[in-house]
């Protein structure tokens, strides 16, 4: 490993058009690993410093995410087929992705022992996220409902709250996996749109919750970001669409033939 052969393979990333943030990532691995590899002895300490140097790619501005209407998170809640034991596990799985903004890993870990009841409402206590930074979160009313009736049908009375269902419709294990809610998630969000991801429903409970004039310091504790900052950028919560700088134009040109440019004007 060298500082040229990092180069060399930043090069690589970059030809591949990676998204910058995905560069960047991938060079701090890199960038760790030759730490590690110096501390324990297998690389020399002037190359894994030289390596440390090895700057990723500048981002400039902010890539925006994808996430649901009001209207498109209800239709999505309501696709599972309640009647089914599958469907009630869906529908209370979705619920706490979209109602409490919680990522997938977090979602798959929630125990029933989480739910408790704080200032009169209901929460998920101590919830483990990225960097093991806990926190709390409230449920809404709805959320709760649907998970109390999944935890009457499956029978769930401890440990984990989400597990697999056999093809004989019983609750089968102790918990599933962040890959198995993607899966879920992917299968009904195609319904209501086929681009949305299930990152995009965490995505979703923020800005529904931005858009109805939740306060952002409390939304970016109960995303578990690490600063306002991070869940500003996170929903655009600078950037308005629904009443856009465009929107004040006076260039409605619909319904009307444009006029034919002047023979004096170069047109390309």
Not at 47 to 76: C, D, E, F, H, N
């Amino acid at each position: 490993m060298s500082k040229a052969l990092v180069h060399s393979y930043k090069a690589m990333l970059l030809e591949k058009r990676l998204a910058p943030a995905t560069v960047n990532l991938r060079l701090a691995a890199v960038r760790r690993l030759a730490q590690e590899a110096a501390d324990n002895g297998l690389l020399d300490v002037s190359i894994a410093v030289a390596i440390s140097k090895v700057r990723g790619v500048r981002l400039y501005g902010v890539r925006i995410g994808r996430w649901l209407t009001s209207a498109g998170a209800r239709q999505l809640l309501g696709i599972p087929n309640s009647g089914s034991l599958r469907g009630k596990r869906d529908r209370a799985l979705l619920a706490v992705l979209l109602g409490c903004g919680l990522r997938r890993d977090e979602t798959a870990s929630v125990s029933v022992a989480q739910f408790r009841i704080v200032e009169d409402r209901w929460v998920i206590a101590d919830v483990v996220g990225k960097h093991g930074r806990i926190r709390t979160v409230a449920v809404p009313i709805w959320a709760k409902a649907a998970v109390d009736v999944w935890c009457r049908a499956g029978s769930i009375m401890a440990g984990r709250l989400f597990r697999q269902i056999t093809k004989c419709s019983a609750v089968k294990g102790e918990g599933f996996t962040g890959q198995a809610i993607y899966d879920i998630v992917l299968e009904h969000a195609q319904k209501v749109d086929p681009d949305v991801r299930p990152h995009d429903l965490r995505r979703s409970f923020a800005r529904l919750a931005h858009e109805g004039h939740a306060p952002i310091e409390q939304l970016s504790i109960t995303l578990g970001h690490a600063s306002i900052a991070t869940t500003e950028k996170y929903i655009a919560a600078k950037q308005h669409f629904r009443v856009a700088p465009c929107d004040v134009l006076d260039l409605d040109i619909s319904g009307t033939e444009c006029p034919p440019a002047p023979d004096n004007v170069n047109q390309e």
